[in-house]
């Protein structure tokens, strides 16, 4: 077997950071056909979340953070999602179903008991693992594709998947990617006496 797995920081992350407890409760993950979809029914947007005292009409003369705008509690609005193009034997979307109560990522229970639980990760704190099995014989390989992204819509997701589900077109696109960055770092070269400089700013 073999398990594709992310663990989700859905909408604001300092807010998952702070009060997990709390945030957990707003996710809502999913499993449908070949896939795990997820979303937020809460997010404190970052561009909404605070206004200063003089953007509150008050003195301007010590500006302080006042945290929690009216219009900074909202759905998300996205959809993010993990795909694979190898059939899904099992999956999980419970973080504690998957790794185990205690349990951790060194040896996930999911993966010491051999199975995913098919588990639910609406309102806990959630992840998403797919697992595929497969035989090999000696000496031969298989390749498969596992697609991480968010989508606009929920709606999207399916079309994405199928899209991608064609390994010429997930190299076609990974190639492009690659290009695309061995031209824009090429742009600027610098040979100093000093290795560690020229690795930062080459690479």
């Known amino acids: ?104 990522y060194a040896a996930p229970r999911a993966v010491v008991e051999g199975m995913c639980s098919n588990s639910d990760g609406t309102g806990v704190d959630a992840v998403a693992a797919l697992q595929h099995s497969l035989t090999l014989k000696p000496g031969e390989t298989k390749t498969f594709h596992v697609m991480c992204g968010a989508a606009l819509n929920e709606s999207d997701v399916g079309g994405l998947a199928a899209r991608y589900s064609d390994p010429g077109v997930v190299e076609g696109k990974l190639e492009a990617v690659r290009s695309y960055w061995s031209a824009y770092l090429a742009a600027q070269r610098v040979q100093t006496p000093s290795r560690v400089f020229d690795f930062k700013v080459n690479t």
């Open 1 to 104: 077997s073999m398990f594709s797995v992310a663990e989700w920081a859905l909408g604001n992350f300092a807010d998952d950071l702070e009060d997990p407890f709390l945030h957990n409760l707003f996710n809502r993950v999913v499993f449908t056909d070949n896939f795990i979809t997820a979303t937020k029914t809460m997010w404190r947007r970052p561009d909404l979340a605070s206004i200063t005292i003089g953007e509150a009409g008050r003195s301007e003369v010590d500006l302080k953070f006042i945290p929690e705008t009216l219009q900074s509690n909202q759905a998300w609005g996205k959809c993010a999602y993990l795909a694979t193009d190898a059939p899904v034997e099992a999956y999980d979307c419970s973080k504690e179903a998957f790794l185990g109560k205690w349990g951790d």
